[in-house]
C-alpha cells in the first residue's frame, strides 16, 4: 500500500523510493500515467533500479496532446482537425466558431485541479448547446487546458510498442470491436490483427523522434475513407494488455528484460485473431447504450447489442480479468461495481 498518488503526489514517491530501497527491487514498473509521471519526476530517487521508461521530456512530449498534434503534423503523421485552448472555459467561449460534431478532451488525461489530480473524461459534443452541458457537468473542465477535435466514427486500431533507446523492439497491434463509452472510450472486447505498416510507420515517427525508451500506445481511428488519424499516445501499459500476452507478445517480460541490461527477445510474430474481453466494461457499455436508447434505437443497435452482449463463450475470446485460475481480480472488481464505483 502506498499514499494516494493523486492526493499526496511526494508521499507517494517517497513511500515508493522507500519501499525499493527495502526490498532491494531490480526493476519498478510504473503502470499509470501520473505514477509514471511522478517516477519520472522523481528518477534520481531510483537511480538503482531498472526503469524501463523514456526521458521525462520525451514522456511529457507524447503525452500533452496538444504538444503531440503539433509533433505529428511536424513528422507527416495525420490527425483529426484540432483545436487547442487554455481553458475549457476558453472553448465554451468559441462553441459558436467551432465545426460539429466534436469531442472535447483534456490536454492530458490526469491533470491537477486545486492541488488534486483529476482524471477527466472525453466527451462528445453535436452542437454548441451539448457543448455547454458537457463541459458543465464536468468540475475542473472549465479550468484546464483542453482539446476540440474533429470527431470520427471509423473503427479504433491501436498499435503497441517496446523501444529500446530511440529503437524500435517489436509492435503488436489490435482492432477495437466494442468500447466504454460506445461512442469511443477504453476497449471493452478487441481482437489481435496483424500490425499495418502505416500505423507502425506513424507511431515510429513520434517515438523515435523523441527517443523513446519502453513501452507505448499508439491510439488510431480511421475516417469515412478508412485513413488511419492519431488520438493519442499512451506512454505506458495499456487497458487491453493481456490480449498481446494471449497473442505471444509478453510486453512485460521485455520491459523487464530490457531494464536489465538483458535481450529482450521479442518474439518473430504473434497470433492474430484472438480476443479478450473486458466483461464489467462490456456490461458498462451496454447499459450506456440503453440508458441513451433514443441515440442508439435511430441505428437498429439495442437488440442487437443485447444478443452481442450474451455471446459468452464465443471460441477464441479470452476474458482480461475472470480467469478461472486466478478470479481474486474479478471478484475484487465485482466488489467495486456493486459499491457504485462502475460509471
Not at 106 to 115: E, F, K, L, N
Not at 120 to 147: F, I, M, S, T
Not at 210 to 224: N, Q, R, S, T, Y
Request: neutral net charge; charged residues 25%.
Amino acid at each position: 500500500m502506498y499514499p494516494a498518488p493523486g492526493e499526496n503526489p511526494e508521499a507517494f514517491v517517497d513511500a515508493v523510493a522507500a519501499l525499493v530501497a527495502e526490498e532491494r527491487v531490480d526493476v519498478l514498473l510504473p503502470v499509470g500515467d501520473l505514477t509514471t509521471a511522478l517516477v519520472l519526476g522523481g528518477c534520481e530517487r531510483f537511480a538503482g533500479v531498472g526503469l524501463p521508461c523514456p526521458p521525462r521530456e520525451a514522456f511529457e512530449t507524447v503525452t500533452d496532446k496538444a504538444r503531440l498534434a503539433v509533433l505529428a503534423a511536424e513528422r507527416g503523421v495525420p490527425v483529426p482537425s484540432t483545436r487547442a485552448f487554455d481553458t475549457g472555459a476558453a472553448a465554451l467561449a468559441a462553441s459558436d466558431s467551432l465545426s460539429y460534431p466534436v469531442v472535447i478532451k483534456p490536454a492530458r488525461s490526469q491533470t491537477a485541479v486545486d492541488g488534486q489530480w483529476l482524471a477527466l473524461p472525453v466527451v462528445h459534443a453535436a452542437d454548441a448547446g451539448e457543448l455547454a452541458a458537457q463541459l458543465g457537468a464536468v468540475p475542473g473542465y472549465a479550468d484546464v487546458p483542453v482539446l476540440v477535435q474533429q470527431r470520427l466514427t471509423g473503427e479504433g486500431r491501436g498499435v503497441f510498442a517496446l523501444y529500446d533507446r530511440g529503437r524500435a523492439v517489436t509492435f503488436f497491434a489490435h482492432r477495437r470491436l466494442r468500447e466504454r463509452p460506445p461512442s469511443g472510450g477504453v476497449s471493452v472486447l478487441s481482437e489481435s490483427v496483424p500490425a499495418a505498416p502505416e500505423l507502425v510507420d506513424a507511431a515510429d515517427r513520434i517515438l523515435s523522434a523523441v527517443g523513446w525508451h519502453g513501452v507505448a500506445m499508439a491510439e488510431f481511428k480511421l475516417d469515412a475513407a478508412g485513413r488511419a488519424h492519431l488520438l493519442e499516445i499512451n506512454g505506458r501499459f495499456w487497458g487491453s494488455l493481456q490480449l498481446a500476452v494471449d497473442a505471444g507478445v509478453d510486453f512485460p517480460l521485455m520491459a523487464c528484460r530490457l531494464a536489465l541490461g538483458q535481450d529482450p527477445a521479442p518474439p518473430a510474430g504473434y497470433r492474430t485473431g484472438c480476443r479478450s474481453r473486458w466483461l464489467l466494461g462490456d456490461l458498462d457499455s451496454l447499459y450506456l447504450r440503453w440508458r441513451d436508447g433514443r441515440r442508439w434505437a435511430r441505428r437498429g443497435e439495442l437488440a442487437g447489442a443485447a444478443a452481442r452482449f450474451l455471446r459468452l463463450f464465443e471460441r477464441g475470446t479470452r476474458y482480461d480479468v475472470n480467469r478461472l485460475e486466478d478470479l481474486g481480480p474479478f471478484l475484487h472488481e465485482c466488489r467495486y461495481y456493486l459499491r457504485g464505483g462502475a460509471k
